[in-house]
């Protein structure tokens, strides 16, 4: 064998190694990308369908024609009240009483804010429940109504003593003996609508006190 054939056989077994040697090229693996962790459920509860919607308390109306001024209104409509199906209780006249005593006492030392009053007006109407204010609203108590119940108990007002004398508070009941005393005990100045507001918180707080 002559030098170039030699030299082609060198080459050909270098490349055939060369090859053997060579690894193949992997192809890329793909990696997976983890799942998105599903979003966290509102944590609110859904509302129930079957819970009763919150019933509004409704407020002593003043505002129907020849209405009574807030505090006779509620007042003479929670005297009232005993001629309803909804009145007034025994826990609820402990509560009433304290509150109108105060009052009572409150408008009697002639010092008492409009402010401190209102405040009081408003503790007692908190103290109805809301079919008591309802039942009041319905009545639409006017100063006909007012001045009618004044005359069934004996009351005229202005001349600073009630109608009659001493006899004729026989067969009254005890919240018309106690407004007719009440009115005995004002003067002329307390005549009109003023003495008569006393006079039925007067009869109301008997009234409270019978219940008791």
């Known amino acids: 064998m002559n030098r170039s054939s030699i030299l082609i056989v060198i080459t050909t077994l270098a490349l055939l190694l060369a090859a053997c040697g060579t690894s193949p090229t992997q192809a890329p693996v793909a990696v997976s990308q983890p799942e998105s962790a599903p979003q966290a459920a509102a944590t609110q509860p859904a509302a129930d369908p079957a819970a009763p919607a919150p019933v509004e308390r409704p407020a002593l109306d003043t505002t129907y024609e020849n209405a009574l001024a807030p505090r006779l209104l509620l007042s003479f409509g929670t005297l009232k009240l005993a001629e309803t199906a909804t009145p007034v209780s025994a826990e609820q006249a402990a509560q009433m009483l304290m509150l109108w005593q105060a009052l009572d ?12 009053v209102e405040a009081l007006l408003a503790q007692i109407e908190q103290t109805l429940t809301a079919e008591q204010i309802t039942a009041i609203n319905a009545m639409k108590l006017t100063q006909t109504e007012l001045q009618a119940w004044a005359q069934a108990n004996g009351i005229q007002m202005g001349t600073g003593s009630g109608s009659g004398g001493q006899g004729q508070g026989q067969g009254m009941s005890p919240e018309a003996r106690a407004t007719r005393q009440a009115e005995n005990g004002k003067t002329g100045s307390d005549s009109g609508e003023n003495g008569l507001s006393a006079a039925v918180t007067q009869a109301l707080i008997a009234y409270l006190q019978s219940i008791q």
């Open 105 to 116: 006492t409150m408008t009697k030392s002639g010092n008492s804010a409009t402010a401190e």
